[in-house]
């Protein structure tokens, strides 16, 4: 069967996102006002095949560790779809 992952990535709340903070100052400077944080991320779409959702979400938490997630740095979660 055919899965498709989606893998989201963030930096852990307790350090800091200097691109969330840039973000913070542009949008100070172009008078946007009412926002109180931003965080920077990122999303990885995986199509995956795979016997059931429980592989397919195995494969997934196994690429996040290896490759796409700094564990030091970000946490992520995954969703699985067919």
């Not at 100070?28 to 999303?43: E, M, P, S, Y």
């Amino acid at each position: 069967m055919i899965f498709s992952a989606q893998i989201k990535v963030m930096p852990l709340k307790n350090l800091l996102d200097p691109q969330g903070k840039a973000v913070m100052g542009g949008l100070a400077n172009l008078g946007i006002t009412g926002i109180n944080d931003v965080r920077i991320g990122k999303q990885i779409n995986l199509v995956i095949e795979a016997s059931n959702e429980m592989q397919a979400k195995e494969k997934a938490d196994e690429a996040a560790k290896k490759l796409l997630a700094n564990a030091v740095m970000e946490m992520y979660e995954i969703e699985i779809s067919k």
